[in-house]
């Protein structure tokens, strides 16, 4: 099906034809976008300790970067461009969460957030390469975009950032409201704004080998195990009591090679990883907990939903919801496979449920990972 928000084209056509593969920019997107928070509000983000922020200067000096929260003089500075970006922001406020949910034709395992920059005239982070994929919405005001697939990687030396040193854009581009542009990752790109300017990122994570693989060692080390003590009953005298012999290494090798996984083990390890909050992240449990027989009544008149911060994943048949895998019973699976795409149960699937789930459930609504629906979640 054709897609607005990918100008016209399907989602197949874009997975096919240019994610990871080669920018894509789309005049209105989202036709009539005036963004999905004031520019104030982002500023008092911007401020709130809670909230990962970054206040980038372009002063005489050079390039300053600094980490939030931010001072209220700094985000009211006019003699210098500046730039603030606001990361997350769609783990605070719903209709930035439902624009960042428009963009599930890409799996939400790979999601990363929704971060949105604010900008002076002139303000801008510098020519520089992510080694993410990001869509660049602009909201408020315009910006000018310049690309280049250039294989220059210099980087400015002593800059607090990773800028290029030298910068030869191949494309220019100015986005107006509601204009979108797709960027794969390694594409070298310069955003600066042409007066007052508020740019969405929705951006996606890649995670590191090196990343995943200290992750996996430490689920291996806490979720399989290997018994056996080292023996040595044939110990041989040695001749010097210093070696560590051939035969022990010999008998740990046998040891270690005993520890094996396959494909359900790494599917259980990325279901929990994936699916964890970030470290910042607190859930919100509710002050006064419904019991559970008031949660199931409440939930099977109004229906269930995720609440903002929570991330719910599958893998065969196994459940995750934010670092967890759910200990669901059988016939119930299906409906949590719709409900992680979802992000809400509506009454009718919340009543099909069998008793046990419905508890599971409301386990899960006692740590704040879901809610019932009334408009707040
Ligand atoms: C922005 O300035 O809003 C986007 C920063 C970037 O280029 O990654
Ligand atoms: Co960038």
């Known amino acids: 099906m054709k897609n607005i928000l990918l100008g016209g084209i399907s989602p197949e056509q874009f997975l096919a034809e240019y994610w990871q593969k080669k920018p894509l920019l789309i005049r209105?997107?989202?036709?009539?976008?005036?963004?999905?928070?004031?520019?104030d509000a982002l500023l008092d983000m911007a401020r709130d300790p809670d909230v990962e922020s970054r206040l980038v200067r372009q002063t005489r000096a050079g390039w300053e970067v600094l980490h939030g929260p931010q001072r209220a003089s700094d985000l009211k500075r006019k003699s210098d461009p500046w730039t603030v970006l606001v990361q997350g922001v769609n783990l605070w406020d719903s209709?930035?969460?439902?624009?960042?949910?428009?963009?599930?034709?890409?799996?939400?395992?790979?999601?990363?957030?929704?971060?949105?920059s604010y900008a002076v005239d002139g303000g801008g982070v510098g020519p520089?390469?992510?080694?993410?994929?990001?869509?660049?919405?602009?909201?408020?005001?315009?910006?000018?975009w310049q690309i280049s697939h250039q294989s220059d990687r210099a980087f400015v030396e002593d800059a607090p950032l990773k800028i290029l040193q030298r910068f030869k854009p191949e494309f220019d581009w100015v986005l107006e409201p509601g204009d979108m542009l797709y960027l794969p990752p390694e594409w070298a790109h310069n955003g600066v704004a042409i007066g007052e300017c508020m740019t969405y990122s929705i951006g996606f994570r890649s995670p590191r080998a090196d990343e995943l693989v200290s992750e996996f060692l430490a689920y291996v080390q806490e979720n399989l195990c290997i018994d056996g003590i080292y023996a040595d009953p044939d110990l041989q005298l040695q001749t010097n009591s210093a070696e560590v012999s051939a035969a022990m290494v010999s008998q740990v090798s046998s040891m270690i090679e005993r520890l094996t996984w396959d494909r359900t083990d790494i599917g259980d390890f990325l279901g929990r990883y994936l699916s964890e909050p970030k470290a910042a992240v607190v859930f919100d449990a509710p002050d006064t907990p419904l019991s559970e027989k008031r949660f199931v009544s409440a939930a099977s008149k109004r229906g269930i939903a995720l609440t903002i911060k929570s991330v719910m994943l599958f893998?065969?048949?196994?459940?995750?919801?934010?670092?967890e895998a759910l200990d669901c019973v059988e016939e119930d699976i299906d409906a949590l496979k719709v409900m992680a795409h979802e992000r809400l149960l509506t009454p009718a699937q919340f009543n099909a449920l069998t008793a046990d789930t419905q508890g599971l459930l409301h386990a899960c609504y006692e740590d704040g990972f879901l809610a019932v629906i009334d408009g707040r979640t």
């Open 128 to 144: 520089h390469f992510d080694d993410y994929d990001v869509f660049l919405l602009q909201g408020l005001g315009q910006r000018r």
């Open 315 to 323: 893998h065969g048949d196994e459940i995750y919801l934010n670092g």
């Open 28 to 39: 209105q997107a989202i036709p009539g976008f005036s963004g999905t928070i004031e520019r």
């Open 95 to 116: 209709a930035t969460d439902a624009l960042m949910r428009r963009f599930n034709f890409i799996p939400q395992s790979r999601l990363d957030d929704l971060m949105i």
